[in-house]
């Protein structure tokens, strides 16, 4: 079955720093690749996804890179703020019954300081 | 459109009892899921269901149970708690294959 690794498990940096988390998956057939934003005490909420027909997209500070030959994702926070600073998880939707199972990297606490 | 909603929000068992947590869903989403979020550990899978009428393990099925009574609910059972299981619980539900998992507020279960 499908296996996501996710590094760093912390990460501190200062305002206005850049943030880098990386992932790796198990199944070449994985074909989707959401990235969630979870803070304390609150559901984990999506903050950018990528399929696996494009490279890279971005939205405004954030950005993800995927590289499905080496099955490997990264999210990128450029001008880190405060309000940056919560748990990160990355995920991905494998082949098993139509592509619907969804499974989760172990999470990254970021921690922006002023 | 209330989203995911869960309940109940929050549960105390005793060790060896059952109890069942509840989920709905008002989107229309075909696929639901039920995790369990451990300190260090992430969002590990349960279990999920593709679409109604069909349900899969996951990561770590054993000791619970679930049901997809319909389209809008799935529940998950615990027969016998055990204090492992003392977990905050999320249930989820997307629509289709390339598309994000929305995510209720969580059931925060101690098994003492």
């Known amino acids: 079955g499908e296996n996501v690794e996710q590094h760093p498990s912390t990460l501190s940096v200062q305002e206005g720093d850049s943030a880098v988390i990386k992932c790796t998956y198990s199944?070449?057939?994985?074909?989707?690749f959401p990235w969630y934003k979870q803070e304390l005490g609150k559901r984990p909420q999506l903050i950018i996804d990528?399929?696996?027909?494009?490279g890279e997209k971005k939205d405004q500070r954030i950005a993800v890179t995927l590289n499905k030959t080496a099955k490997h994702f990264s999210l990128h926070i450029t001008e880190t703020q405060p309000e940056d600073s919560a748990v990160y998880f990355c995920?991905?939707?494998?082949?098993?019954?139509?592509?619907?199972?969804?499974?989760f990297g172990t999470g990254t606490r970021l921690l922006v300081s002023p | 459109n209330a989203g995911v909603t869960q309940t109940p929000k929050f549960q105390v068992l005793k060790t060896g009892q059952s109890m069942t947590l509840q989920c709905a869903q008002d989107?229309?989403?075909?696929?639901m899921y039920w995790y369990r979020q451990d300190p260090g550990m992430g969002l590990r899978l349960i279990y999920y269901?593709?679409?109604?009428?069909?349900?899969d393990k996951g990561e770590v099925p054993n000791g619970y149970n679930v049901s997809r009574l319909n389209k809008r609910e799935f529940s998950l059972r615990l027969e016998s708690a055990a204090p492992s299981q003392t977990s905050v619980y999320f249930c989820?539900?997307?629509?289709?294959?390339?598309?994000?998992?929305?995510f209720g507020q969580g059931t925060r279960l101690t098994v003492v």
């Open positions: 989820a539900s997307s629509p289709g294959r390339y598309t994000e998992a929305f």
């Open positions: 199944d070449s057939a994985s074909n989707y």
């Open positions: 990528i399929r696996s027909n494009v």
């Open positions: 995920a991905a939707k494998g082949e098993n019954t139509g592509f619907q199972k969804l499974v």
């Open positions: 989107m229309n989403h075909n696929s």
């Open positions: 269901s593709a679409s109604e009428g069909t349900t």
